[in-house]
């Protein structure tokens, strides 16, 4: 698998993490592609596919049709927890959880970045020496979009995180325009968003958000 967008490496990446997810695109009666499109043409510096739901054909299919729009746009594309998938339609990373394929041994077939969700400080520190590029922290805030979330970990837990690894952290949970502000002061380069973007203007909250992450950060451009 060869990464076909020029963004860099995730060390580099800042500003908004854009998540579309099918199952909420549905309840907000939003098409994913559209959906895909309009994050894009508001501005963000990665877009990740998490599909939970879906038939194996279908999600395919979807992802065929994000990576298309993220190289047309040169923004880097995730696909969540099946690396098969990632694979298949040449994703740029792939963003494992706590209880997917362990990431030594999906580094065995997947060249690309990869992405670990973390939920405590041990699970922080231990991200690295397991051989991720990046880690998700969270859910920050409380979030309707995950089932059985985790317990909130709060700003300071943020920013906790932010201060114990050395990777770079998606702040992920809740996160919405006004609490952008508070992601970036807890020093998280990229903030994580799925409801907050299912808007009535998807594009103008793509726009804002990512501009809100990068206000403020020393040699970031949006």
């Known amino acids: 698998m060869k990464t076909r967008t020029n963004q ?15 199952e909420v695109c549905a309840r907000r009666q939003v098409a994913p592609v559209e959906l895909t499109a ?32 993220c190289r ?14 990632a694979l ?8 494992l959880g706590q209880d997917d394929l362990p990431v030594a041994e999906a580094r065995r077939i997947f ?6 969700s973390t939920h405590d400080l041990t699970q922080v520190r231990a991200a690295e ?9 969270g859910p920050v805030f409380e ?14 837990g943020l920013r906790a995180a932010v201060q114990a690894s050395p990777l770079p952290v998606v ?15 807890a020093g998280a380069p990229l903030a994580a968003a799925i409801g907050a973007l299912c808007s009535d203007d998807p594009q103008a909250s793509a726009h804002a958000m990512h501009g809100a992450i990068l206000d403020g950060m020393q040699g970031a451009s949006a």
């Not at 860099?8 to 990446?13: A, L, V």
């Not at 060249?111 to 670990?116: E, Q, R, S, T």
């Not at 020496?129 to 922290?137: P, R, T, V």
């Open 8 to 22: 860099g490496s995730p060390r580099t990446w800042r500003g908004l993490y854009g998540i579309v997810d099918p």
């Open 38 to 69: 309009a994050i894009l043409q508001g501005g963000c510096a990665v877009l990740q596919l998490r599909d939970k739901r879906a038939d194996d054909r279908d999600a395919l299919a979807l992802a065929r049709a994000m990576v298309a729009l």
């Open 72 to 85: 047309e746009a040169n923004v880097p594309f995730v696909m969540n927890d099946r690396i098969d998938l």
């Open 88 to 95: 298949l339609c040449e994703a740029d990373g792939v963003h």
């Open 111 to 116: 060249d690309g970045p990869i992405g670990l």
């Open 129 to 137: 020496a397991l051989g991720a590029d990046l880690i998700g922290f």
């Open 143 to 156: 979030t309707v979009t995950k089932t059985n979330p985790d317990p909130t970990v709060g700003v300071d």
């Open 171 to 185: 702040a992920i949970g809740g996160v919405d325009l006004e609490r952008c502000a508070l992601v970036r002061s």
